[in-house]
């Protein structure tokens, strides 16, 4: 059986006996309860403390119960109120309802309906919270702040998601895959007087089109083979809200069709039936193909891509904003260590050196999954650039070999930057163990000797650079 809610009560009433005898039998249900005999103390008591429900007869010597409802909605809008009347009319009800009372009670109160009203108001104020809580917690995972960067193009993206999400224009996102297209519908969408109804994402590419259209309008029974029963759609499913079509350059021509009725009249039919379904939805699409290219090669229709590219905007792929990549690795580095219990403290300077230098084909998302990945396996505080993958170690010697030829060095010293590099990475995989290092790289511990010498290579130089 679940147990009943106690809150905080404030009852107020001018008849003395009434007062006490109420709110000892409120008390005695666990309630904690303060009392006041007008509307004056009532407010001052309220303005003190945040009552959960306020108890209140609508006849008081100063000011009646409804200027104290009137001053409830204005100043304390998250207490519920409760007016009681010895003299109750269906006119007066419907009058403390209208201004916003949470229920109207007639004289003498029935202790269990005055009990049962409590709880209602108090279970009403629960979900209240638990709503509230739960669209913080949607704010601080798919709101602006949850977008990392600093980098100017980021920064013009922000000021147009901002600009563009209280409207309902449709919104086209373009940018490479894993640069984050998704995070940014998801923020539009939370930005938005939408942001209390649902957001749908229908992945285009991860379907082939007789079920893609299925899933975006829904489909009758008996509508192809399988349809045993009605099915709703995506679009019906996110009417209010917003829907996200993601890789769009992927629909086929017939899909394309009636993408175009439903952008330009909001209406459309399931599969198989002839029920014409109206919806308000807002939608935003995203690709990372080239559609301008698509509609001159005849790939993708003309007049839906000017529908669907009314506001655009260009997700930067990575590369073109290195200066972000610590921001990027500081805010993954916290979640993954809560996810994983690790205290992984940061990257070491060699480290970022690395990741900066890195091309980054896959964007944040392949950056999230290296974070992710050196969190893991990593048994320090700081990761050193001997712990990330060795791709990224690759390019970016390559990168730093570049760098120095660009500089005026000759090819000879260029080349010694990586075969430094190989020889560090094999003593530190032998646990700086000379003679198993000399015996991986296939040379005599002599030369591994003289090697070390000429490229400076010492087990405390590497250490300290770690730290």
Not at 205 to 230: I, N
Not at 355 to 379: A, D, K
Not at 437 to 449: D, P
Request: hydrophobic share 40%; aromatic share 6%.
């Amino acid at each position: 059986m679940k147990k009943p809610l106690t809150g905080s009560l404030l009852f107020v009433d001018d008849d003395k006996p009434i007062l006490e005898a109420i709110a000892d039998y409120l008390r005695s249900l666990g309630h904690r309860t303060e009392t006041a005999s007008n509307c004056t103390e009532a407010m001052e008591r309220m303005q003190e403390y945040p009552f959960d429900v306020v108890i209140c007869d609508v006849n008081l010597p100063d000011k009646d119960g409804f200027h104290l409802l009137e001053w409830a909605t204005e100043f304390a809008p998250d207490t519920s109120v409760v007016l009681l009347t010895g003299y109750g009319t269906i006119e007066s009800a419907v009058e403390a309802m209208r201004i916003g009372a949470f229920e109207y009670l007639t004289k003498p109160v029935i202790d269990e309906e005055l009990s049962l009203t409590i709880q209602r108001a108090l279970d009403q104020r629960k979900i209240v919270e638990e709503n509230r809580s739960l669209k913080a917690q949607l704010d601080q995972r798919f709101g602006l702040s949850n977008i990392v960067g600093k980098d100017y193009k980021m920064a013009r993206m922000f000021d147009l998601i901002e600009s563009v999400a209280p409207t309902k224009t449709t919104v086209l996102i373009l940018g490479e895959s894993g640069t984050g297209k998704t995070l940014t519908a998801r923020a539009i969408h939370q930005h938005s007087d939408r942001a209390d109804k649902p957001f749908v994402e229908v992945a285009c590419g991860a379907l082939p089109d007789t079920l893609l259209e299925s899933e975006l309008f829904g489909h009758v029974a008996g509508a192809f083979t399988g349809a045993s029963h009605d099915k709703e759609g995506k679009f019906l499913q996110a009417d209010g809200g917003t829907i996200f079509l993601d890789e769009i350059a992927t629909a086929s021509p017939s899909l394309q069709v009636k993408l175009l009725r439903v952008l330009q009249d909001r209406e459309f039919e399931a599969v198989g039936g002839n029920k014409t379904h109206k919806v308000d939805v807002r939608l935003i699409l995203a690709t990372n193909d080239d559609l301008e290219e698509m509609v001159h090669e005849g790939k993708f229709r003309q007049d839906l891509y000017y529908r669907i590219n009314v506001i655009s905007m260009t997700q930067p792929p990575l590369r073109e904003r290195i200066g972000d990549i610590p921001l990027l690795v500081e805010h993954a580095l916290k979640d993954f260590n809560e996810q994983n219990g690790k205290h992984v403290e940061r990257f070491s300077e060699d480290a970022m050196q690395v990741l900066q230098q890195y091309r980054w084909p896959g964007n944040v998302r392949e950056l999230l999954n290296v974070v992710e990945r050196c969190v893991v396996l990593s048994r320090n505080n700081v990761i050193s650039a001997s712990e990330l993958p060795e791709n990224l170690r690759r390019e970016s010697a390559t990168a730093g070999n570049l760098e120095t030829v660009m500089q005026g060095a000759n090819l000879k010293s260029a080349l010694a930057n990586p075969e430094r590099q190989i020889i560090i990475e094999a003593l530190e995989q032998n646990g700086w163990n000379r003679q198993n290092t000399a015996k991986m790289l296939g040379i005599n511990r002599t030369t591994l000797y003289k090697k070390m010498k000429k490229f400076d290579i010492e087990f405390e130089k590497q250490a300290a650079q770690v730290m």
